[in-house]
């Protein structure tokens, strides 16, 4: 087994930080990004810990590994902005500001979840900070944020909207019309593509005849950028002027692919590495470049210690509000199939 990215993280101020870019960054974005970063690896940590005790009704997408995307893009955004993601949606929940005890809860099938209980770990939401809501279909969200981003258009408001989703999504009919309706009405939205490489076991090389996703989104007349090695500061930097320039007025939409990699297997707790799937050497480069080891040694050591205990206690209090929550009435199961009148 790899070793656990928490102990990186708890070592990492003890050593020199490994950065890649050119001056450094200001410790207050550091000891925010680092808060996120591992609220995410810390709540899944125990996702996979909890997992094989049935506690959990869902099957679960984890974003370990992934973190640094959402957490570099949703650190750009205001709470009025909105997201929309795919089924592996837990880090950009938690990074827009999801409730993590909501979440847990919904994970239980828990009438407090954020979806009460009935969408488990795809189907996240939570309206109130900008979440707009995540989906098992691949590539369905992309179309819901374009029409959100028209409508904010039409009615003149002045949030940002991102739609997340993954290299796979890039293959439906779905993301070609959205993108080309976004770039025709000239949309205040940003597209992110969480590219690690795989749709389920099978590789981009196998899916795909060139790797040229941002090629293919400025086709469209987007302006597209890739964005490499997981890199959490630039993914915020790189962003965060697409970000502002669109509260500025300009006409969008952007694009970013951002490559990323998954630590754990598609679906569940455990790994799926071995013949016919994944070769293991693959992963050893992405625990080198961990961000949430990272940014652990560009902050001071007492911040980093009072950030974990902070949130290892915010940790403990979601789970324990899952656990004493109760389940739903039967009679839920005929409320929330039609909007009412």
Sequence with gaps: MPPRSRTRAETAGDRPARTRVAAAPPSALCERLFRLLYLIRRVEEEIVRVYPSDAIKSPVHLSIGQEAVAVGVCETLRREDVVFGSYRG????????????????EL???????????????????????????????????SNAVGYAYANRYLRRTAVVVSFFGDGATEEGAFYESLNFAALKRLPIVFVCENNGYAIHARQSMRQPLSNICERAAVFGIPAERIEQNDVLRIHERVGHAVSALRAGKPGPFFF??????WKEHVG???????????REELAQWIENDQLGRLAGLIPPDARLAIQGEVDGQIREAFAFAERSPFPDASELHSDVFKKP
Excluded: Q, W
Excluded at 270 to 278: A, S, T, Y
């Design 90 to 105: 837990h880090a950009m929940y938690l990074a827009k500001g999801g409730d993590p005890g909501r979440m847990i809860a």
């Design 108 to 142: 239980y099938g828990r009438a407090t979840g954020c979806a009460k209980g009935k969408g488990g770990s795809m189907h996240l939401v939570d309206v109130a900070n900008g979440v707009m809501g995540t989906s098992a279909v691949v590539g369905s969200t992309i």
């Design 257 to 262: 692919e951002c490559i990323t990699y998954r």
């Design 269 to 279: 707790p455990g790994e799926d590495f071995g013949p016919g799937l994944r070769p």
